[in-house]
């Protein structure tokens, strides 16, 4: 063969095997699905026909779950349209009864038993030594007790030397067991109006007493605890029955925008309102408290501002305390989670009573944040009265260096207290909203 005639095969041969590797080239590409976009997400290929991968959390309880509370509603609405200033509910008993307290202990007398510096079980197994009655401490106790019982029944002597070691016991009659432990659980029975159960559920948990069960169908809550914890309780239950008044107070909060590059002008409520209807001008370290009459209500301040601003409700509630406490009411709880606001505590202290020869409200309001107390208020006013707190710059709330929020927004909260006194069973048979002759012979006393 010539080397003309090799160098053409050796072409054809070329030639043969690129349209070869050309099809497979060709088949290969039609059997790979094209896409039109391709995301890589740390280092994941994401398209339209892949399964989202999530990294794996911890068990805990989502946000939603964890926020969810029934007493959420009664808390967060206010009927602007039907709200009294002064109510009359009837005094209730408030009753704290321990629950599994197990069986009763045998019919037995307790004579000339002395005990001394001993663990309350050590005590009870020297006790009933004689008996076929066994003592368990289901967790530990270290309490010492010291004392003695001249004549009691087995039961009353039990009682005795659990209180004095702070401890609970219940009894199982079928093993013929006493169980000694350190924590108890109670159950309250309510009274019958919403407001003066949610001002005893905030002085609980204001005395660090959580894990509420609160049953609102028939008005009992049920917690566990120490001994400490029965005495909180025992002290608020005394004390709310010695009160003869509750406050509360409804609360709107606005948020503020100004339609022009200037500050609201709020000296414009005195021609627009009169001088007689602005009862006090109170300043604070950050803001103005105005204690204003029943003609400015949360209807004519929308409409005073809307002259000047655009204003958004970013939250609204009402939070109620025993006359002489304090309680407060959380921005965030009754309004949106992605508000600036979100941190915002409107505290309260108030007495109602005996002012200077008057009959007033006193009330010390603050304002606070996560960060610490924002400014505050000494408001004395009288029953009837609404509160309008102002000129709280919005930028208090902003955390980021530059906002697009105007410098000139601002925080507004109205406020109109309310009060409910409470009386004997006899006088009133259930809640009443004072109006007309009523309530002016009433505020009149």
Known sequence: ???????????????????????????????????????????????????PIFPKKAALTTDMAQHFALDLPKRCTVNWNNQSVVSVIPEEKIEIVRLNVGDELPDLKVTDYEFKKVLVKEALEKLLEDTKISVIEDQKTFEKISGSIMTSPLGDAVDLMAKLGHV?????????EIHLTPQGKWMLKMP???????A???????????NLLVNWQDKTVVFEGDYQTEREVAKILADVASKKYVLAWD??????YPKTDNAIVWMNMLPAFGESNIRMSIPGVVGRALVVSPEINTKTLQEFI??????????????AIPNGWQ??????QCGKEDRLETDLIIGATGTYGNYGGYKKIDAKIVLSTTNGELTSFQ???NVGDNYVIMGIPTHSFVTTPETLISPFAELVVFMSPRLISIVEANQAKQATPLVGDELREFLNE
């Not at 609970?168 to 013929?176: G, L, P, R, S, V």
């Open 306 to 319: 809307s002259q000047q601003a655009s204003m958004v409700l970013i939250s609204q509630g009402t939070f």
């Open 327 to 332: 309680s407060r009411f959380d921005i965030g």
């Open 251 to 256: 609360i709107d909060v606005y948020r503020v």
């Open 192 to 198: 019958k109006d919403e407001t003066m159960i949610m």
């Open 1 to 51: 063969m010539t080397q003309n005639n090799i160098k053409k095969s050796i072409f054809i041969l070329v030639g043969i095997f690129s349209l070869f590797v050309s099809g497979c080239v060709n088949k290969n590409r039609q059997e790979v699905p094209l896409y039109d976009t391709v995301n890589v997400v740390e280092n994941l290929v994401i398209n339209e026909n892949s399964v």
């Open 379 to 381: 408001i004395p006013s």
């Open 200 to 210: 005893i559920l905030d002085a609980m948990r204001g005395a660090d007493i959580h």
């Open 168 to 176: 609970y016991y219940f009894y199982d009659a079928e093993f013929k």
